[in-house]
Nanobody, 124 residues
Framework: VQLAESGGGLVQAEGPLRLSCAAS????????AGWFRQVPGKEREFVAA????????YYADSVKGRFTISRDNAKNTLYLQMNSLKPEDTAIYYC??????????????????WGQGTQVTVSS
């Protein structure tokens, strides 16, 4: 599966931003899709995940109530709607796909394919 993120940019605190992740290739093999983020010098951090067929969603406590993950199976696209953004949300955001059904949704090691990342910068 190939993944390509878009939608990152510079936004003011409390503002919204929507990220997209277009999937191509063996998309039928996706069990779970997720969003992670990373800042320089820190480990990649789980943000949100969604089961591709059932639609069950999972969120990190730090984004619960502010971010919403969704997917459009017909378009093979994953989304992350981010509201009430904070400066600490500044990071490179990556989408990822679990193709082997490991279902440990918050562990980066469970994901087999990754996008190239998109920068999100939140100014105070």
């Amino acid at each position: 599966v190939q993944l390509a993120e878009s939608g990152g940019g510079l936004v003011q605190a409390e503002g919204p931003l929507r990220l997209s992740c277009a999937a191509s290739g063996r998309t039928f093999s996706i069990h779970t899709a997720g969003w992670f983020r990373q800042v320089p010098g820190k480990e990649r951090e789980f943000v949100a995940a969604i089961k591709w067929s059932g639609g069950n969603t999972y969120y990190a406590d730090s984004v619960k109530g502010r971010f919403t993950i969704s997917r459009d199976n017909a378009k093979n696209t994953l989304y992350l709607q981010m509201n009430s953004l904070k400066p600490e949300d500044t990071a490179i955001y990556y989408c990822a796909a679990d193709e082997l059904g490991k279902y440990i949704y918050d562990d980066p090691m469970s994901y087999d394919s990754w996008g190239q990342g998109t920068q999100v910068t939140v100014s105070s």
